[in-house]
């Protein structure tokens, strides 16, 4: 969020993501692409296409070194000013000694919310596992065939990726302690290189000290090529401290492994904020669901417009002090210090330290915030504070959010929260769309991506594009969301699993929207909260939730136990009619209430056909 609207921070941003950047000149084929000094980023010499006509000759290409078994990332930016229908791509593609062409990879525009100036847009994509038989490999990009204008194109990187197969091991119990219960250990699996090693060849096996003190190997309860996962009993595993131990081996040979150490107890320790087995975050004992907003510096008096709203939670971006803590507690709110920034200052870990030992007690402390739309490249940095902040306190979790939520893998082992951000309202560009389903997708993505091991807090849109951006032009329909959409933004995420949700941002709606405005959309997004808060009993639930099926890339659908009923929530989070068939995994057992939303139809005792409108939330609730 912070960085997606602060032009000098994108700008450091871009100029470090970078790093691998291809060397020497690309063979220019035709007279329609040509070097031009000063053409490029800040002023560089770059290759610029430029047709009055359709275009039609080969592209520039470059030959690169692709090692075989390894995953590459490759990247460029485009400034573009194109006729109607002409496509941008940046393409990579490997051969083997025949010349046969064996695969290729397409780079698409880059799906965050990074903003680069002066109309450059980021592409980009990941290979798969390079096979063996690759020799040698070719970098192209290009306008397709057909297309007229003028594009210019820069800063091509290629990088190679981490070849580790394994990652790091983590369990679904907070912090590696638990009493009882099951807690599933996971772990997630790269650069599987099936065309060498085929699935049925791998021995994976996580060895477990068993409560009799002996170790076991245990076979995966799921495997495949992204992860492998153990369900297991606590009370099978050892009491106290012991090393739980993945390994992915061949007859012949090991390929990783991964190390997480375990503690079963008798008692779990006593802290102040934490998460339960059921992803619930537990404060002062009790449960609590975050519903917040991003703010940018806490004030008497900005809280007196605030309060009172069915809000709990405040995100300030500007470092806050004690005396803000202490106004935000008598208001009984909570708030998360921002910790998401400065990774590039050189001895921050010393401010890190002073601040979590003079805030760590603070009543109104509820976590610490580490990421903010971070890049890979700052997975370490990411890494290191986070392992800081915890052996300084293991009284509050560690929260992170991503406009990339592919990136979520790379970052597992530092957060206990992950959200997304996805902002699609005038977010989308004539050459990219942003429909309002990438919530859905988003939200989608990083629940894969964190394994499902980790409560879900997720960021709706509270603002307009164009109060930050100064290439509106670029982007289509840029504006404030309405009523409906910020609604569905908000119920997308939490079909999509959502425990918490925190509104960006309190502070942009003030600076940007006055008077009367102010009032109008401050009312809505209060309602909508208000709304959600009525049913936090429901999603604070102890009980066991019935598994749904049956839901689509268009509609979500999420189910809880509470009170004798069960409660089912189903989204289209599309523009269009939807049509579908939802299974629970029980029986409709009485008649069922509409909270609202048209009331599907009951199919027999567990299924329910969905005739959903443009845009429509359905929450029913009937006796379990």
């Known amino acids: 969020m912070v960085r997606s609207i602060c032009a000098l921070l994108c700008l450091l941003a871009v100029s470090s993501a970078f790093a691998a950047f291809i060397e020497g000149d690309f063979s ?33 290409m470059k030959s690169v070194d692709l090692k075989p078994g390894f995953q590459y990332e490759f990247t460029g930016i485009v400034r573009a000013n194109l006729a109607e229908g002409s496509i941008v791509q ?34 980009g994509a990941k290979t798969p596992i390079i096979p063996a038989e690759t020799t040698h490999a070719l ?8 297309g007229r204008g003028r594009a210019v194109f820069d800063r091509f990187t290629l990088k190679r990726l981490d070849a580790k197969w394994v990652g790091p091991l983590l369990s679904s119990a907070y912090q590696n302690i638990a009493v009882d219960g099951k807690v599933r250990f996971a772990v997630p699996l790269s650069h599987f290189d099936a065309l060498r090693i085929p699935k049925e060849k791998l021995r994976p096996s996580f060895a477990v000290q068993g409560a009799d003190g002996v170790t076991q190997k245990l076979p995966p309860t799921f495997f495949d090529c992204t992860r492998a996962e153990l369900a ?46 059921r992803k619930r975050l537990i404060v002062n004992g009790k449960p ?16 007196d417009v605030f309060c009172p709203s069915p809000f709990n939670t405040v995100l300030p971006c500007q470092d806050p002090e004690r ?25 921050e870990v010393t401010n890190v330290v002073r601040i979590v030992n003079e805030l760590k007690d603070h009543p109104a402390l509820l976590l610490w915030y580490l990421n903010d739309e971070r890049p890979a490249s700052l997975v370490g940095q990411v890494q290191a504070r986070h392992n800081t902040v915890l052996s300084l306190d293991d009284q509050h979790p560690t929260w992170s959010v991503t406009d990339k939520p592919t990136l979520v ?42 394994l499902d091991l980790y409560p879900l807090w997720h960021v709706p849109q509270a603002f307009n594009w164009g109060w930050f951006r100064k290439n509106v032009k670029d ?63 429901v999603f604070l639930s102890d009980e066991d939730a019935p598994v749904v099926s049956g839901m689509t890339e268009s509609v979500g659908a999420r189910a809880w136990r509470h009170d004798g009923n069960v409660w089912l929530l189903v989204v289209n989070a599309t523009r269009r009619p939807q049509k579908v068939r939802l299974t629970l995994d029980c029986a409709v057992s009485g008649p069922v209430r509409s909270i609202f939303g048209t009331k599907p139809s009951l199919i027999g005792t567990s299924s329910f056909a969905c005739d959903l409108k443009p845009l429509e939330c359905v929450f029913v609730s009937f006796p379990d």
């Open 475 to 537: 982007y289509l329909d840029v504006r404030y969301p309405t009523r409906e959409e910020l609604r569905q933004m908000t119920w997308q995420y939490l079909a999509a699993g959502a425990n918490g949700i925190m509104y960006y941002s309190f502070n942009t709606l003030r600076d940007f929207a006055k008077g009367a405005d102010f009032e109008a959309k401050w009312t809505e997004l209060k309602e909508i909260a208000a709304e959600v808060k009525s049913f936090e009993k």
């Open 409 to 450: 893998r790379d970052f597992l082992g530092t957060f206990e929260i992950i959200g997304t951000d996805a902002y699609p309202i005038g977010n989308a560009t004539p050459r990219y769309d942003r429909p309002l389903e990438t919530v859905l997708k988003y939200a989608r993505i990083a629940r894969e991506g964190s």
């Open 288 to 303: 609590f669901f975050m519903l917040g907003m991003y703010w940018r510096k806490i004030t008497a008096e900005e809280l």
């Open 90 to 123: 940046l393409s990579l593609s490997w051969f083997d000694a025949s010349g046969k062409r064996l695969g290729s990879t397409i780079g698409i525009p880059v799906n965050d919310n990074e903003v680069l100036p002066d109309g450059w847009v980021r592409y």
């Open 323 to 347: 005396w803000q803590f202490d106004l935000c507690a008598r208001r009984g709110l909570m708030m998360c210090y921002p910790f998401e920034h400065r990774y590039d200052v050189p001895g």
């Open 232 to 277: 297991i009993d606590v009370k099978r595993i050892a009491k106290g401290t012991h090393p739980v131990v993945f390994e992915l081996r061949t007859d012949e040979r090991s390929y990783g492994t991964a190390r997480c150490d375990f503690t079963r107890v008798d008692v779990l320790p006593q802290r102040r904020v934490w998460i339960d087995g």
């Open 28 to 60: 220019m084929r035709c007279d329609e692409y040509r070097y031009v000094d000063g053409a490029g980023w800040e002023g560089r010499r770059a290759v610029v296409f430029e047709s009055a006509e359709p275009c039609g000759g080969p592209c520039p």
């Open 139 to 146: 970098y192209h990009f290009y306008v397709a065939r057909g």
